[in-house]
């Protein structure tokens, strides 16, 4: 399987000159997922830890509601990227018959290629109270994951998820170049190694974008955070879905967006 990053050379500009070197980058793979014989989307990725990236995003769609009802998982690599052929139980098969949806997932998109307006904006599912954390545990979160990046330490061109608790300690993280195929993968790993997000708190690199708080809704995940802002659509969404918005996050603090009750010594925003 394709490394995870690869070595190039390159001139930097430093101080008025030019100076000769390499740096360490991440790899980007065209990442296709098919089920029973049918393609469904193709994502770029980072060729890391693709079983969770199947299981996750399997999940995350709601093409199965348990890894169980993914019978076989078959990565292959092809000349043009990497496919993960998966079989799905029966039941599954037959429900995902009725749904017709191919995405062409740049890096930067989630939603491309959905094919109405209704399906972008899907009801989310409410999540539930989950804990309660403090200011501090937040900070401490953020700080945890960044120093949990490996590929993020060796490129500085990828995002993290991450599951932390609520006291801020660090429970599980996985990498991608892509924000939403980072969310997946750790939907992926949480779900194999039967963790739950409900109690804790997923904390994120990227900005807070619509299809992050469905990812999150479906993970049952009651608080996110991010370094960055979200935007007004997953405001909206993480109102109806009850889930808690904790963004620009910075050494000296943040801004709450939504549900502040779930932070100790804030009243509701």
Not at 36 to 51: H, I, K, N, R
Not at 137 to 150: C, D, H, N
Not at 165 to 193: F, Q, T, Y
Not at 249 to 254: A, I, K, L, Q
């Amino acid at each position: 399987m394709a490394e995870p990053v690869c070595t190039v050379n390159r001139q930097a500009w430093r101080a008025g000159d030019f100076f000769a070197g390499v740096r360490v980058i991440p790899e980007e793979t065209a990442v296709a997922f098919t089920y029973d014989g049918s393609s469904f989307a193709v994502m770029m990725a980072t060729p890391q830890d693709l079983e969770d990236f199947a299981v996750g995003f399997s999940l995350n769609e709601g093409i199965v509601g348990m890894p169980s009802e993914i019978e076989r998982l078959a990565i292959l690599e092809e000349e043009a990227g990497i496919e993960l052929r998966m079989t799905l139980a029966g039941a599954r098969a037959e429900v995902l018959k009725q749904r017709r949806r191919f995405l062409a997932g740049p890096v930067g998109c989630g939603l491309c290629g959905i094919e109405s307006l209704q399906e972008a904006t899907r009801p989310l599912p409410r999540v539930p109270a989950g804990a309660r954390v403090t200011p501090e545990a937040i900070l401490r979160a953020v700080e945890a994951i960044g120093a949990a990046q490996a590929l993020g330490e060796r490129t500085r061109a990828v995002h993290a998820a991450a599951l932390c608790a609520a006291d801020g300690g660090l429970i599980a993280l996985r990498e991608d170049v892509g924000r939403h195929n980072a969310l997946d993968k750790l939907a992926g790993v949480l779900a194999r190694s039967g963790q739950l997000a409900t109690n804790g708190m997923i904390v994120l690199t990227s900005r807070l974008s619509v299809e992050l708080v469905q990812k999150a809704a479906a993970m049952a995940a009651p608080i996110l955070v991010a370094v960055s802002a979200p935007t007004a659509l997953a405001v909206r969404s993480a109102v109806t879905a009850g889930i808690t918005l904790a963004a620009v996050v910075r050494r000296d603090g943040f801004e709450v967006f939504t549900h502040g009750e779930r932070i100790a010594t804030l009243a509701d925003v």
